[in-house]
T-cell receptor
Framework: AQSVTQPDIHITVSEGASLELRCNYSYGATPYLFWYVQSPGQGLQLLLKYFSGDTLVQGIKGFEAEFKRSQSSFNLRKPTVHWSDAAEYFCAVGAYSGAGSYQLTFGKGTKLSVIP | AAGVIQSPRHLIKEKRETATLKCYPIPRHDTVYWYQQGPGQDPQFLISFYEKMQSDKGSIPDRFSAQQFSDYHSELNMSSLELGDSALYFC??????????????FGPGTRLTVT
């Protein structure tokens, strides 16, 4: 079965600083990997995804992530953090689970706080 | 762009009552998923439907059932509610893209509070 580990429960960065959120996955085949962001009490918004090909993927809001098979990692990065980036970030691995269905398994999430 | 619609957004029920949550997927999306997110937890997969047939089942209690209708909307029915069912329930929909790729788009969620 697939699993996702996000080692950092809570990260605090200063506005304008760079950001890296860590994600490690366990999956027997080539993984489909995703990053979602969730503001308090809100839904999950897809930031970016990796299926195959270029290991550096670009997403919305200036985020990018790099897939490293050798490290089973899919870390999320942003060069300059804005106060509006404060939210909870979930890494997920997707696995084919039946006709037309791809179940997502999420990590526990990393809460990002941004200080002025 | 159209998004996944969920109703109601908030629901308060008492123990042992029943609840029905509704989900309207993005037009042309053929798969619907239900997830449960407890307080401070990550979303947990409950069940999915593809072309109106149950496709996969996760950690869904026997007290819960779900179906997808001919117009592709889905309903999650929850009976004999327990305090532990209090959570945010998400619906997501997806469409398989070229090359077997896909994206799941999540609705805003229904916050269920059981008292």
């Amino acid at each position: 079965a697939q699993s996702v580990t996000q080692p950092d429960i809570h990260i605090t960065v200063s506005e304008g600083a760079s950001l890296e959120l860590r994600c490690n996955y366990s999956y027997g085949a080539t993984p489909y990997l995703f990053w979602y962001v969730q503001s308090p009490g809100q839904g999950l918004q897809l930031l970016l995804k990796y299926f195959s090909g270029d290991t550096l993927v670009q997403g919305i809001k200036g985020f990018e992530a790099e897939f490293k098979r050798s490290q089973s990692s899919f870390n999320l990065r942003k060069p300059t953090v804005h106060w509006s980036d404060a939210a909870e970030y979930f890494c997920a691995v997707g696995a084919y689970s039946g006709a037309g269905s791809y179940q997502l398994t999420f990590g526990k999430g990393t809460k990002l706080s941004v200080i002025p | 762009a159209a998004g996944v619609i969920q109703s109601p957004r908030h629901l308060i029920k008492e123990k042992r009552e029943t609840a029905t949550l509704k989900c309207y997927p993005i037009p042309r999306h053929d798969t619907v998923y239900w997830y449960q997110q407890g307080p401070g937890q990550d979303p947990q997969f409950l069940i999915s439907f593809y072309e109106k047939m149950q496709s996969d089942k996760g950690s869904i209690p026997d007290r819960f059932s779900a179906q997808q209708f001919s117009d592709y909307h889905s309903e999650l029915n929850m009976s004999s509610l327990e305090l532990g069912d209090s959570a945010l329930y998400f619906c997501a929909s997806s469409l398989e893209l070229a090359g077997g790729h896909y994206e799941q788009y999540f609705g805003p969620g229904t916050r269920l509070t059981v008292t």
